[in-house]
């Protein structure tokens, strides 16, 4: 039977699979139009699918190309100085912001996480740790990192009284087996060892906060002041409660080409009015904190560039309740306060901390950018800055005129032991000298000149060597070409953002070619190098030194040709 109930299974299948072959009729006659035929890729070609033509697809205009022509440098010990000197009293600034507010939100915690009992707040086994790493909290089992959150005296005396119970408990548990009395109580007593011990240890613990206490108050106080500490309502000490004081105690600076990384371990007090006592007197919290920026480069314009924090965070690793002795005025004795003040208290601190716009570390002072008009022969662009080892870079692009880009050529390698240094690279040097002898041509005697070729090289003691050639015509037609060979020596320094030049000659020797046309044309070849050397003059005092840092200037600094042709400047 199964049998041909399988062979029509089969039949079925096959009879519908032909009629697929054939659509039904009223499948035909529905108003359906022709679909599209999706045709093979046969050949397995790539398609290519060609994107609309946009605004973003149309070719743009070119902009001027940019080379990197002038440098600016600030040394690492220049910038780590700047920093050591600002940073620290802006965090501290940061810490006694309003729009931090440290003190309110300390205030806002110890009412979160107390019911306003002071004497469950101390964490006093975390200066005894005589427990080893557990502390009291490893005695009651919650683990190494754990801290006790009641108060410690009643602690210590619930674990004390457990101990008499414990060893009636292990004496009734503890099986014969047909043993002595003695073997049953040794056998207790060996059980009972490790918890003899806790006993051993919270007694020593509870001499040793004492301790601690009478180290600072008249013998026969300390319990008292205990119960006085337990009895106090932190309503009272949060009164008035503010930041008076915030100090960095240390800083460390980390700089990269990602920026600069500053680490500062800070002490904040805070107080309100505080509780005055005949032995002791309350005088608030000591907040001990770390604190880390991340500062890297604004730009904020094309020519200006500045310091600026990327990020910000704060740890709060302790707050500790201050205590002084009254009649002595010691220094304040820290009694630390449970880690979950501290926890509590960085999240809160970090909130603020990030969204506060008054509390920002302020740079302002290091680089006082204008958007200034160019007031010489150059435009300054800036290519890229950073930070690393050596200190801060800035590359600029140099325009001559406000319009003729400058061509590429390599900077000179960074001055040693300089401070802060400026290099102008040979082609902006050039420029100035070409456009010098373009304007040094002159008109005498029926006799044009026209310059030709100069090349010029640096030579010791501020000397400069300079070939130049010059093109003589006559009534429009060549009539010589005039050679002088010059040396001259020259001081240059940098004022008020611009070169201050001055050139004078130390010797020269004219020549002509043919030779004897130099009779005709010595009157002339000396007027062309006393206004080249006019004209020299003048435009290089026109010309304009990068921005660079107002803050680390180099107002009255000496430049020098190096031996590459470069200008540099340095301090």
Avoid at 342 to 359: F, G, Q, R
Wanted: include cysteine.
């Amino acid at each position: 039977m199964r049998t041909l109930w399988a062979l029509a299974t089969i039949l079925a299948l096959q009879a519908e699979a032909l009629d697929l072959l054939s659509p039904p009729a009223v499948l035909q006659q529905l108003p359906v139009g022709n679909l599209p035929v999706r045709r093979r890729n046969v050949y397995n070609y790539p398609t290519v699918r060609r994107a609309p033509r946009t605004t973003e697809n149309l070719p743009q205009p070119q902009t001027r190309e940019c080379y990197p022509m002038a440098r600016y440098l600030m040394s690492g010990d220049k910038l780590r100085d700047y920093l050591n000197a600002t940073v620290p009293p802006q965090i501290e600034k940061m810490l006694t912001c309003a729009e931090v507010d440290l003190a309110g939100l300390l205030g806002t915690v110890l009412e979160t996480v107390t019911d306003l009992d002071l004497l469950s707040l101390l964490d006093i086994t975390s200066s005894l740790d005589i427990l080893g790493d557990g502390g009291l909290g490893g005695i009651l089992g919650k683990g190494s990192s754990s801290k006790s959150s009641n108060p410690p005296p009643s602690l210590l005396s619930e674990v004390t009284n457990l101990l008499p119970q414990a060893q009636g408990i292990l004496n009734s548990v503890t099986p014969n087996d047909g043993q002595g009395p003695d073997d049953n109580a040794s056998r207790g007593s060996s059980l009972l060892q490790p918890l003899s011990a806790v006993g051993n240890k919270v007694g020593g613990l509870i001499e040793s906060t004492k301790g601690i206490l009478e180290s600072v108050v008249p013998a026969g106080t300390t319990d008292g002041l205990l119960g006085g500490l337990g009895n106090i309502d932190l309503n009272d000490l949060l009164i008035g409660l503010e930041v008076q004081k915030a100090t960095v105690k240390n800083m460390k600076l980390t700089m990269t080409g990602d920026g600069i990384l500053i680490k500062a371990t800070t002490t904040a007090f805070v107080a309100g009015k505080g509780l005055l006592g005949a032995v002791l007197s309350i005088l608030g919290f000591q907040v001990n904190s770390d604190v880390t920026l991340k500062i890297g480069i604004s730009t904020n314009n094309a020519q200006c560039v500045n310091l600026r924090v990327q990020d910000k965070d704060i740890r709060v690793k302790e707050v500790n309740l201050l205590l002084v002795k009254a009649v002595t005025d010691a220094l304040p004795v820290s009694l630390p306060l449970d880690d979950i003040v501290s926890e509590v208290l960085t999240v809160d601190m970090n909130e603020n901390i990030k969204k506060s716009k008054s509390c920002d570390i302020d740079f302002s002072d290091f680089n006082e950018c204008k958007n200034s008009a160019a007031t010489g022969l150059f435009t300054y662009q800036i290519k890229s800055s950073w930070t690393s080892a050596q200190g801060l870079s800035i590359l600029y692009c140099a325009f001559f005129k406000e319009a003729v880009p400058m061509p590429g050529s390599p900077l000179p390698p960074i001055p040693k032991n300089a401070n802060v240094s400026i290099t102008l690279s040979r082609a902006m040097v050039r420029a100035v000298v070409i456009h010098s002898a373009k304007q040094s041509s002159i008109q005498m005697n029926d006799l044009d000149t026209q310059f030709a070729r100069i090349v010029y090289s640096s030579q010791p003691d501020n000397k400069v060597q300079n070939t130049y050639w010059v093109n003589v015509t006559k009534d429009g037609e060549s009539f010589a070409t005039g050679q002088t060979k010059l040396i001259v020596s020259y001081t240059c320094k940098i004022l008020k953002g611009k070169l201050k030049a001055d050139v004078k000659i130390e010797s020269f020797e004219h020549s002509m070619t043919p030779p004897d046309a130099i009779d005709e044309a010595q009157e002339l070849m000396s007027a062309v190098m006393k206004k080249f050397l006019s004209n020299i003059i003048e435009f290089f005092n026109q010309v304009n030194i990068p921005p660079g840092v107002t803050s680390s200037s180099l107002n009255n600094a000496e430049v020098k040709l190096i031996k590459s042709n470069d200008l540099q400047a340095e301090n």
